[in-house]
Every structure is written in structure tokens, then in C-alpha cells.
């Protein structure tokens, strides 16, 4: 059964940083792409960053230069440096892992970050 679990979300302060950790419980880990998206309330899921099988990562415009992405395949995770962090950077934060060739595509349940500012 697969299971994308995240960890590292929780309350800090405008300006401070956090960690974001999603555990893959995934054969064949190091051919998925994987990515982490963002839902705030009263808003649609968006893409904040993604890292292919090959480490070309790609980032949306507002993260850019504050985030970084990186995946572990030894380990089978992903992880979200988050550093310079904004208010509308609030969000419920999804760890994602997609297959296109073999129509795999698999979601976390999610880790609250808010933000104060």
C-alpha cells in the first residue's frame, strides 16, 4: 500500500523557517517525481515546488530563492527547506508523487504551516 506520510509543519513566525519531510513508502522511489503543493483556505492546491527522478527542480515564482527542495533516495523522502517565511505562505502542505508512464499519481494527507505575521 502506498503511503506519502509528511512531517514538519506546526507555527512560526514571519521571517523564521521550517522543515518539511515526506516519507515514501513507494517501490521504485528514485522514478517518481515528486513535488510539494499548498492549499490555503478559500484557495485552489498550487504547485510551490518539484524535483524529477533526474533532481531538475522547479519552483513557483513566490518561493523562488526562499525554498528549497531535495529528495533522499536512499532514504525515500522529500524534503521542503523553508526559510524567510511569509504569511501567505499559510497553507495545509501536500507531498505528491507522480508516475505519468504508468498513470501514478499519489498524494499525503498533509501538514499544517501557518505563519504570523
Known amino acids: 500500500q502506498v503511503q506519502l506520510v509528511e512531517s514538519g509543519g506546526g507555527l512560526v513566525q514571519a521571517g523564521g523557517s521550517l522543515n518539511l519531510t515526506c516519507a515514501a513508502s513507494?517501490?521504485?522511489?528514485?522514478?517518481?517525481?515528486m513535488g510539494w503543493y499548498r492549499q490555503a483556505p478559500g484557495k485552489q492546491r498550487e504547485l510551490v515546488a518539484r524535483?524529477?527522478?533526474?533532481?531538475?527542480?522547479t519552483y513557483a515564482d513566490a518561493v523562488k530563492g526562499r525554498f528549497t527542495i531535495s529528495r533522499d533516495n536512499a532514504r525515500n523522502t522529500v524534503s521542503l527547506q523553508m526559510d524567510s517565511l511569509k504569511s501567505e505562505d499559510t497553507g495545509v502542505y501536500y507531498c505528491?508523487?507522480?508516475?505519468?508512464?504508468?498513470?501514478?499519481?499519489?498524494w499525503g494527507q498533509g501538514t499544517q504551516v501557518t505563519v504570523s505575521s
Open positions: 513507494l517501490t521504485g522511489f528514485s522514478a517518481y517525481g
Open positions: 505528491n508523487a507522480e508516475l505519468p508512464v504508468y498513470r501514478r499519481d499519489y
Open positions: 524535483i524529477s527522478s533526474m533532481e531538475k527542480t
